[in-house]
Protein backbone atom coordinates (compact mmCIF):
# COMPACT_ATOMS: atom_id res chain seq x y z
CA UNK A 1 0.00 0.00 0.00
CA UNK A 2 2.77 2.68 0.78
CA UNK A 3 4.71 1.43 -2.53
CA UNK A 4 1.28 2.58 -3.81
CA UNK A 5 1.04 5.21 -2.37
CA UNK A 6 4.53 6.77 -3.09
CA UNK A 7 3.73 6.36 -6.92
CA UNK A 8 0.20 7.97 -6.73
CA UNK A 9 0.61 11.05 -4.31
CA UNK A 10 3.57 12.61 -7.10
CA UNK A 11 0.87 12.55 -9.73
CA UNK A 12 -1.73 13.75 -7.94
CA UNK A 13 0.22 16.50 -6.95
CA UNK A 14 1.36 17.51 -10.30
CA UNK A 15 -2.15 16.86 -11.67
CA UNK A 16 -3.52 19.15 -9.26
CA UNK A 17 -0.60 22.06 -10.03
CA UNK A 18 -1.01 21.13 -13.29
CA UNK A 19 -4.49 21.96 -13.18
CA UNK A 20 -4.55 25.30 -11.51
CA UNK A 21 -1.60 26.63 -14.06
CA UNK A 22 -4.45 25.32 -16.73
CA UNK A 23 -7.71 26.88 -15.87
CA UNK A 24 -6.52 30.65 -16.99
CA UNK A 25 -6.04 29.14 -20.46
CA UNK A 26 -9.29 26.53 -20.33
CA UNK A 27 -11.15 29.71 -19.00
CA UNK A 28 -9.94 31.87 -22.11
CA UNK A 29 -10.31 28.83 -24.39
CA UNK A 30 -13.97 28.63 -23.42
CA UNK A 31 -14.61 32.05 -23.35
CA UNK A 32 -13.75 32.53 -26.98
CA UNK A 33 -16.04 30.07 -28.34
CA UNK A 34 -19.15 31.30 -26.53
CA UNK A 35 -21.33 34.24 -27.49
CA UNK A 36 -20.68 37.47 -25.58
CA UNK A 37 -23.40 37.27 -23.01
CA UNK A 38 -22.60 33.84 -21.94
CA UNK A 39 -18.92 35.28 -21.51
CA UNK A 40 -20.00 37.20 -18.44
CA UNK A 41 -21.79 34.75 -16.93
CA UNK A 42 -20.60 33.80 -13.73
CA UNK A 43 -20.78 30.64 -12.58
CA UNK A 44 -19.78 30.02 -16.20
CA UNK A 45 -22.07 28.01 -18.67
CA UNK A 46 -20.39 26.43 -21.43
CA UNK A 47 -23.30 27.68 -23.44
CA UNK A 48 -23.11 27.63 -27.55
CA UNK A 49 -19.72 26.98 -29.06
CA UNK A 50 -18.82 28.60 -31.66
CA UNK A 51 -16.14 30.67 -34.24
CA UNK A 52 -17.79 33.59 -34.13
CA UNK A 53 -15.56 35.60 -32.31
CA UNK A 54 -12.58 34.05 -34.14
CA UNK A 55 -14.13 35.33 -37.70
CA UNK A 56 -15.11 38.40 -35.55
CA UNK A 57 -11.85 39.53 -34.89
CA UNK A 58 -10.29 38.99 -38.66
CA UNK A 59 -13.36 40.73 -39.89
CA UNK A 60 -13.89 43.66 -37.48
CA UNK A 61 -9.98 44.75 -36.14
CA UNK A 62 -7.35 44.58 -38.48
CA UNK A 63 -5.93 41.19 -36.67
CA UNK A 64 -3.64 40.28 -40.03
CA UNK A 65 -1.63 43.99 -39.77
CA UNK A 66 -1.08 43.33 -36.04
CA UNK A 67 -0.13 39.01 -36.23
CA UNK A 68 2.15 40.07 -38.91
CA UNK A 69 3.88 43.03 -37.19
CA UNK A 70 4.01 40.94 -34.38
CA UNK A 71 5.83 38.18 -35.99
CA UNK A 72 8.44 40.29 -38.30
CA UNK A 73 9.52 42.35 -35.38
CA UNK A 74 9.97 39.16 -32.79
CA UNK A 75 11.70 37.27 -35.22
CA UNK A 76 14.15 40.07 -36.94
CA UNK A 77 14.82 41.07 -33.39
CA UNK A 78 15.65 37.86 -32.11
CA UNK A 79 17.90 37.03 -35.43
CA UNK A 80 19.94 40.05 -34.61
CA UNK A 81 20.02 39.50 -31.40
CA UNK A 82 20.95 36.24 -30.86
CA UNK A 83 24.34 36.03 -32.67
CA UNK A 84 25.19 39.44 -30.90
CA UNK A 85 24.29 38.03 -27.79
CA UNK A 86 26.31 35.09 -28.18
CA UNK A 87 29.34 36.86 -29.76
CA UNK A 88 29.26 39.19 -26.16
CA UNK A 89 28.70 35.86 -23.95
CA UNK A 90 31.64 34.27 -25.98
CA UNK A 91 33.96 38.01 -24.74
CA UNK A 92 32.29 38.56 -21.88
CA UNK A 93 33.78 34.39 -20.58
CA UNK A 94 37.08 34.35 -22.32
CA UNK A 95 38.19 37.90 -22.48
CA UNK A 96 39.29 38.99 -18.78
CA UNK A 97 40.74 42.52 -19.92
CA UNK A 98 37.36 45.03 -19.09
CA UNK A 99 34.85 41.83 -19.49
CA UNK A 100 33.93 41.90 -15.84
CA UNK A 101 33.30 45.33 -15.58
CA UNK A 102 31.16 45.37 -19.09
CA UNK A 103 29.35 42.17 -17.61
CA UNK A 104 28.85 43.77 -14.43
CA UNK A 105 27.48 47.07 -16.69
CA UNK A 106 24.89 44.68 -18.94
CA UNK A 107 23.67 42.93 -15.75
CA UNK A 108 22.94 46.57 -14.14
CA UNK A 109 21.34 47.83 -17.21
CA UNK A 110 18.65 45.09 -16.52
CA UNK A 111 17.62 46.48 -13.57
CA UNK A 112 16.61 49.87 -15.19
CA UNK A 113 12.78 50.39 -15.90
CA UNK A 114 12.55 50.00 -19.84
CA UNK A 115 10.89 53.28 -19.54
CA UNK A 116 13.53 54.65 -19.74
CA UNK A 117 14.43 54.10 -22.84
CA UNK A 118 11.64 55.04 -24.54
CA UNK A 119 12.06 59.38 -24.82
CA UNK A 120 15.75 58.75 -26.09
CA UNK A 121 15.05 56.49 -28.74
CA UNK A 122 11.74 58.50 -29.75
CA UNK A 123 13.78 61.45 -29.86
CA UNK A 124 16.56 59.54 -32.22
CA UNK A 125 13.85 57.63 -34.50
CA UNK A 126 11.81 61.06 -34.63
CA UNK A 127 15.21 62.67 -36.14
CA UNK A 128 16.05 59.99 -38.52
CA UNK A 129 12.85 59.70 -39.58
CA UNK A 130 11.82 56.20 -38.65
CA UNK A 131 8.66 56.71 -36.00
CA UNK A 132 6.02 54.24 -36.36
CA UNK A 133 8.14 52.23 -38.39
CA UNK A 134 8.97 48.33 -37.78
CA UNK A 135 12.37 49.08 -37.94
CA UNK A 136 11.95 51.38 -34.79
CA UNK A 137 10.18 48.58 -33.01
CA UNK A 138 13.47 45.76 -34.10
CA UNK A 139 16.12 48.63 -32.71
CA UNK A 140 14.04 49.34 -29.38
CA UNK A 141 13.22 45.70 -28.73
CA UNK A 142 16.93 44.73 -29.23
CA UNK A 143 17.64 47.12 -26.36
CA UNK A 144 15.97 44.47 -24.17
CA UNK A 145 16.72 41.17 -25.54
CA UNK A 146 20.29 42.04 -26.06
CA UNK A 147 21.29 42.49 -22.45
CA UNK A 148 19.12 39.53 -21.33
CA UNK A 149 20.59 36.84 -24.20
CA UNK A 150 23.67 37.75 -23.72
CA UNK A 151 23.91 37.40 -19.69
CA UNK A 152 21.75 34.06 -20.01
CA UNK A 153 24.22 32.75 -22.31
CA UNK A 154 27.96 33.42 -20.50
CA UNK A 155 26.93 30.18 -18.29
CA UNK A 156 27.06 28.34 -21.50
CA UNK A 157 30.55 29.41 -22.25
CA UNK A 158 31.90 28.84 -18.84
CA UNK A 159 33.45 25.84 -17.36
CA UNK A 160 34.30 22.94 -19.25
CA UNK A 161 33.69 25.15 -21.87
CA UNK A 162 37.36 26.48 -22.23
CA UNK A 163 38.92 23.17 -21.58
CA UNK A 164 37.50 22.09 -24.91
CA UNK A 165 38.43 24.63 -26.53
CA UNK A 166 42.11 24.43 -25.33
CA UNK A 167 42.18 21.17 -26.98
CA UNK A 168 41.15 22.58 -30.11
CA UNK A 169 43.66 24.96 -30.10
CA UNK A 170 46.20 22.22 -29.06
CA UNK A 171 45.45 20.59 -32.89
CA UNK A 172 45.76 23.56 -34.59
CA UNK A 173 42.29 25.54 -34.41
CA UNK A 174 42.07 29.20 -34.27
CA UNK A 175 40.34 31.34 -31.70
CA UNK A 176 37.67 31.91 -34.40
CA UNK A 177 37.76 28.11 -35.54
CA UNK A 178 37.54 27.05 -31.87
CA UNK A 179 34.63 29.52 -31.03
CA UNK A 180 32.71 28.45 -34.65
CA UNK A 181 33.29 24.67 -34.35
CA UNK A 182 33.28 23.90 -30.55
CA UNK A 183 31.94 26.27 -28.82
CA UNK A 184 29.36 27.39 -30.75
CA UNK A 185 27.90 23.26 -31.49
CA UNK A 186 28.32 22.67 -27.78
CA UNK A 187 26.30 25.60 -26.74
CA UNK A 188 23.48 25.13 -29.58
CA UNK A 189 21.06 23.98 -27.12
CA UNK A 190 21.30 27.27 -24.84
CA UNK A 191 21.63 29.01 -27.64
CA UNK A 192 18.21 27.77 -29.34
CA UNK A 193 16.49 28.02 -25.67
CA UNK A 194 17.57 31.72 -25.16
CA UNK A 195 16.42 32.17 -28.98
CA UNK A 196 12.80 31.05 -28.04
CA UNK A 197 13.13 32.84 -24.78
CA UNK A 198 14.11 36.24 -26.56
CA UNK A 199 11.52 35.69 -29.44
CA UNK A 200 8.91 35.52 -26.38
CA UNK A 201 10.09 38.57 -24.88
CA UNK A 202 9.58 40.52 -27.83
CA UNK A 203 6.90 38.94 -29.01
CA UNK A 204 4.96 40.11 -25.48
CA UNK A 205 6.36 43.58 -25.08
CA UNK A 206 4.18 46.57 -24.65
CA UNK A 207 6.03 49.68 -23.94
CA UNK A 208 8.06 50.29 -26.59
CA UNK A 209 5.41 49.41 -29.54
CA UNK A 210 2.55 51.91 -27.55
CA UNK A 211 5.06 54.82 -27.59
CA UNK A 212 6.88 53.89 -30.85
CA UNK A 213 4.61 52.28 -33.36
CA UNK A 214 1.33 53.49 -35.49
CA UNK A 215 -1.83 52.93 -36.66
CA UNK A 216 -0.19 50.47 -39.64
CA UNK A 217 2.90 48.90 -37.15
CA UNK A 218 0.88 48.02 -33.74
CA UNK A 219 1.50 44.76 -32.80
CA UNK A 220 -0.59 42.27 -31.00
CA UNK A 221 -0.60 43.38 -26.92
CA UNK A 222 -1.16 46.85 -28.31
CA UNK A 223 -3.70 45.88 -30.27
CA UNK A 224 -5.16 43.85 -28.29
CA UNK A 225 -5.53 46.52 -25.44
CA UNK A 226 -7.55 48.82 -28.00
CA UNK A 227 -10.09 46.06 -27.42
CA UNK A 228 -10.68 48.02 -24.35
CA UNK A 229 -13.47 51.03 -25.43
CA UNK A 230 -15.53 54.04 -23.21
CA UNK A 231 -17.87 51.42 -23.65
CA UNK A 232 -16.23 48.59 -21.72
CA UNK A 233 -14.00 45.35 -22.82
CA UNK A 234 -15.12 43.14 -25.60
CA UNK A 235 -13.91 40.01 -23.52
CA UNK A 236 -15.10 37.13 -25.85
CA UNK A 237 -13.41 38.95 -28.71
CA UNK A 238 -10.37 39.45 -26.82
CA UNK A 239 -10.34 35.69 -25.43
CA UNK A 240 -10.23 34.67 -29.08
CA UNK A 241 -7.89 37.13 -30.11
CA UNK A 242 -5.42 35.88 -27.05
CA UNK A 243 -5.87 32.59 -28.03
CA UNK A 244 -4.72 33.36 -31.33
CA UNK A 245 -1.59 35.09 -30.31
CA UNK A 246 -0.25 32.37 -28.57
CA UNK A 247 -0.48 30.14 -31.24
CA UNK A 248 3.03 30.57 -32.69
CA UNK A 249 5.09 29.92 -29.27
CA UNK A 250 2.82 26.79 -28.24
CA UNK A 251 3.58 25.92 -32.58
CA UNK A 252 7.44 26.16 -31.48
CA UNK A 253 7.85 24.38 -28.61
CA UNK A 254 6.93 20.82 -29.49
CA UNK A 255 10.06 21.41 -31.93
CA UNK A 256 12.25 22.95 -29.24
CA UNK A 257 10.88 21.53 -26.43
CA UNK A 258 13.91 18.84 -26.10
CA UNK A 259 16.51 21.81 -26.86
CA UNK A 260 14.99 24.37 -24.52
CA UNK A 261 15.17 21.53 -21.42
CA UNK A 262 18.81 20.84 -22.45
CA UNK A 263 19.58 24.30 -22.95
CA UNK A 264 18.36 25.47 -19.61
CA UNK A 265 19.67 22.50 -17.99
CA UNK A 266 23.34 22.72 -19.12
CA UNK A 267 22.86 26.39 -17.99
CA UNK A 268 22.13 25.69 -14.42
CA UNK A 269 24.76 23.07 -14.03
CA UNK A 270 27.27 25.59 -15.34
Not at 129 to 139: D, E, F, N
Amino acid sequence: MNRLAKKIVPHVILAIFSLVILMPLIWILRVSLTDKLTAYKIPPEIGTLGLMNYIGIFEQYPFVSWFTNSFIVATASTMIALPLATAMAYAFARLNTGGALLRLGVLASQMLPPIILVLPLFGVFLLVGLTQSRIALIVAHLTISLPFLSWMLVSFFEGDMARLEEAARVDGATRWQAFFYVAVPVAAPGILAAGLLGFILSWNEFLFVLVLSGPGTQTLPVGLASLETHAGVEIAPLAAATVVSLLPVFALLPFLRKHLIKGLSLGALK
